[in-house]
């Protein structure tokens, strides 16, 4: 998996948006997290769609989470931007189909996201904004090697 700039855009507008009580304006979410406006405003509107965010017109207007921000995963705001987890060429691994000598790797993918989904549908926005990780995802950073760049 690839996070793209975009999904990290996303996530870390949303640590700030979640910070606050009331609605934050853009420009605030922008500055505090060094995301260019109108990439923000992209990401924002993606994000509002999908029903994560929700905006307030006018004088005092600005953003704030439309869900509590411990039933938002951070797996949902991969998808609210970027589309499904993993994809294979652009189709969902159930979807793929190969000749008999390679369909082993349709399991391999499907695999592959499950392990994602463990982790990135087990973490919330709240638990980035805490820093409060759950205790298995922690447990995978453990390893010295899950440090490794292999």
Known sequence: MRVSTKSDYALRALIEISRHDDVV?????????DIPSGYL??????LRRAGIVASQR???GGWRMANDPADVSVADVIRAVDGPLLSVYGVRPESV??????AVLQTVWVAARSSLRSVLEAVSIEALAT????????????????????
């Open 58 to 60: 006018g004088q005092s």
């Open 41 to 46: 405003q992209s990401i924002l509107a993606d």
């Open 97 to 102: 189909s190969y000749n008999e000598s390679a």
């Open 131 to 150: 820093g409060a990780l759950p205790a298995d995802v922690m447990a995978r950073t453990t390893d010295e090697d899950a440090w490794n760049p292999h």
């Open 25 to 33: 304006s853009a420009e605030q979410v922008g500055t505090s997290q």
